[in-house]
C-alpha cells in the first residue's frame, strides 16, 4: 500500500455560522439532474463551477428586459445596461477590496488579463537580459505569455521551484529574486495541487528587490478573501466562471499608478476619447484597456455571483470547504494504492491523486458512470505534474455545495475503479 506523505495542514477552527448546504444546493438547478442514471456529484470546480439561480436570472433579466449597448447611448435601454455593467465594476471593486473602479479591468478570463499585463506592463519592462519570475506551480496561463515574452525581448524565464508537499520554496525565491528580475508572477492558489501560497509575504519580499508582482487568483477568489491592498500586489486576476459566474468575463486589478504608465492592449471602440488620421487621444481608466463592444451580460452575471459568494460570506464558504477537505483527504488515504499528490499545509479544497494501476483517464471514466465529475489530466500544469513524476492526475475540487456524502460517492467509485483493474 502506498499513501501520501504526512499531510502537515493546520486545522483552522472557524467561529462562522455553519452554511445550510441543502439550502445552497436548492439555488443550484443543474445538481438536481442525473447522469448514467445517478445523482450528479460535481467534483469538477477547480475547472470551472456551477451556477446559481440568481447568476442565471440576473442575464435573462438583462436579455429579456433592458439590453442595450453600454457607454454613450442616449436612449433609456442604453442608459439602463451601462448602469448596471458599472455596478458590476463596482462590485469587483469592493470584492478585490481596490482602491478605485479606476483600478478595475474587465477581460475575458484571468488569462487574457495575465496577456494583457505581459504585454503591456511586460513589454515596456522586459528587455534583453532581464528575467522574469514565476514559481513551479503555475498554470500555464502564467507562464506562456511571460514565455512569450521573453522570447521577444531576448530576457529569461526563470522558475521557483516547490518542495515535495507542492509548496514552494522561499529560499529559493529570495535568491532568484536579483536586480535582473523585472516582475515576478504568482498563483495565489494552485490549481493542480490547492496549494495556498502565502502571497503578503511573497509580495513583501518582492518589493524589498523593487519588484513588482502579479497574483493569478483564479482559484484563489471563490474559496478565500482577497483584499489586495492589504496584499500589496500590483496586479491581481481572476475569472467569473470559477466563482459561480458566467464564462467569457475576468477581472484584472491594477494600480491606478502601473496601469496610468501603460499603453492600450487593444485598439478600438471605447478605448479612445478621439481618433484622427494623424493621432488617436486614449480614454482614461479603466477604458483604456476595455476595446470594442463588452460581454455586458458576462459583467451584469458576474456581479450576481459577487453578491452570492459575499450574502454567504467567505469565511464561512472556506471554513465549510476545509471540513469537505479534512474528510476527503482521510478518505482517501484509507484506499489502498492511492497517493495524493500536494500535501501542502495551507491547501484550498483540491484533491489531487494517482491510483497504482490505474490511469487517471480510466479512473474518470469509471467515475463518470457513476455520477461523479472529476478533472483528468495534467490540469495545464505540466511543469507541476513533471516535479511529481506523474504524467496526469485525476483532481476532485471542492466547492461551498459539495458534501461529505459526495465525498463518499467518489470513494465508492475509485474503489470500483481499483477493483475493476486490480
Known amino acids: 500500500m502506498s499513501t501520501s506523505p504526512d499531510v502537515r495542514r493546520e486545522t483552522r477552527p472557524s467561529s462562522a455560522v455553519a452554511i445550510d448546504v441543502a439550502a445552497v444546493r436548492r439555488d443550484f438547478p443543474i445538481l438536481s439532474r442525473q447522469v448514467h442514471g445517478r445523482p450528479l456529484v460535481y467534483l469538477d470546480n477547480a475547472a470551472s463551477s456551477q451556477k446559481p439561480r440568481s447568476v442565471i436570472e440576473a442575464e435573462r433579466s438583462l436579455y429579456e428586459g433592458y439590453y442595450a449597448n453600454v457607454h454613450r447611448g442616449v436612449h433609456s435601454l442604453s442608459m439602463e445596461s451601462t448602469d448596471a455593467y458599472e455596478a458590476g465594476r463596482v462590485k469587483a471593486q469592493a470584492f478585490l477590496n481596490a482602491a478605485s473602479t479606476r483600478e478595475i479591468i474587465f477581460t475575458r478570463g484571468t488569462t487574457e488579463a495575465i496577456n494583457l499585463v505581459a504585454a503591456t506592463f511586460g513589454r515596456s519592462r522586459v528587455g534583453a537580459g532581464d528575467e522574469v519570475l514565476v514559481s513551479g506551480l503555475e498554470h500555464h496561463s502564467n507562464i506562456v505569455p511571460w514565455q512569450m515574452l521573453c522570447e521577444e525581448k531576448g530576457a529569461r524565464l526563470r522558475s521557483v521551484p516547490i518542495n515535495d508537499d507542492g509548496e514552494v520554496i522561499l529560499e529559493e525565491l529570495e535568491r532568484l529574486l536579483t536586480p535582473r528580475t ?241
Open 182 to 422: 523585472r516582475i515576478l508572477g504568482m498563483a495565489h492558489v494552485s490549481n493542480a495541487l490547492g496549494t495556498i501560497n502565502p502571497v503578503a509575504q511573497i509580495v513583501e519580499m518582492a518589493h524589498a528587490r523593487g519588484v513588482p508582482v502579479l497574483l493569478d487568483g483564479a482559484q484563489a477568489a471563490p474559496h478565500v478573501a482577497v483584499d489586495v491592498q492589504a496584499m500589496g500586489c500590483d496586479f491581481y486576476a481572476f475569472s467569473g466562471h470559477k466563482i459561480y459566474g458566467p464564462s467569457g468575463i475576468g477581472v484584472l486589478y491594477g494600480k491606478a499608478s502601473l496601469l496610468e504608465e501603460m499603453p492600450p492592449y487593444q485598439g478600438g471602440g471605447d478605448m479612445i476619447l478621439s481618433v484622427s488620421f494623424e493621432k488617436t487621444t486614449y480614454n482614461e481608466l479603466p477604458y483604456k484597456f476595455e476595446a470594442g463592444t463588452p460581454n455586458i451580460a458576462g459583467v451584469v452575471g458576474l456581479g450576481a455571483a459577487l453578491d452570492w459568494v459575499t450574502g454567504i460570506g467567505l469565511d464561512r464558504i472556506a471554513a465549510h470547504e476545509h471540513a469537505l477537505l479534512e474528510y476527503g483527504t482521510a478518505r482517501l488515504l484509507e484506499i489502498p494504492g492511492l497517493r495524493i499528490i500536494g500535501t501542502a499545509r495551507e491547501k484550498a479544497a483540491v484533491l489531487s491523486f494517482v491510483m497504482d494501476g490505474v490511469h487517471p483517464h480510466d479512473m474518470g471514466t469509471v467515475l463518470d458512470y457513476e455520477g461523479v465529475a472529476v478533472r483528468t489530466g495534467h490540469h495545464c500544469a505540466q511543469p507541476v505534474m513533471e516535479r511529481f513524476g506523474v504524467p496526469a492526475t485525476t483532481r476532485a475540487s471542492l466547492a461551498v455545495y459539495n458534501t461529505k456524502q459526495e465525498i463518499d460517492v467518489l470513494v465508492a467509485g475509485i474503489e470500483k475503479a481499483r477493483e475493476m483493474f486490480a
